[in-house]
């Protein structure tokens, strides 16, 4: 059974960080690119970064500079940093899990909520 469970979200303030994880089974996770994506309301999701089973990654524009994907192959857990938070980062983060880079997510997972506010 597939399951990308993510966790980390909550409130945090401008200028604040969070780390977001996605705990995926094990099969999902050697095989499949990982990917951060997030919708903000009345927005469409979108994709903040990925990182293929071999550890190579990509990110949107958008997210340069101040997001970091990482992978736990010990834990089978990807990981999301994000630093120096901004009021438009507020959005639902999801875990998505792909055949390979570019191609839509086969596997979801049901999301975590992040609200940057003061």
């Known amino acids: 059974q597939v399951q990308l469970v993510e966790s980390g979200g909550g409130l945090v303030q401008p200028g604040g960080s969070l780390r977001l994880s996605c705990a995926a089974s094990e099969t999902i996770f050697r095989i499949y690119t990982m990917g951060w994506y997030r919708q903000a309301p009345g927005k469409q999701r979108e994709l903040v970064a990925a990182i293929t089973s071999g550890g190579s990654t990509n990110y949107a524009d958008s997210a340069k500079g101040r997001f970091t994907i990482s992978r736990d192959y010990a834990k089978n857990t990807v990981y999301l940093q994000i630093n120096s938070l901004k009021p438009e980062d507020t959005a639902v983060y999801y875990c998505?899990?792909?055949?390979?880079?570019?191609?839509?997510?086969?596997?979801w997972g049901q999301g975590t909520q992040v609200t940057v506010s003061s």
């Open positions: 998505g899990a792909s055949s390979r880079i570019g191609i839509p997510p086969s596997y």
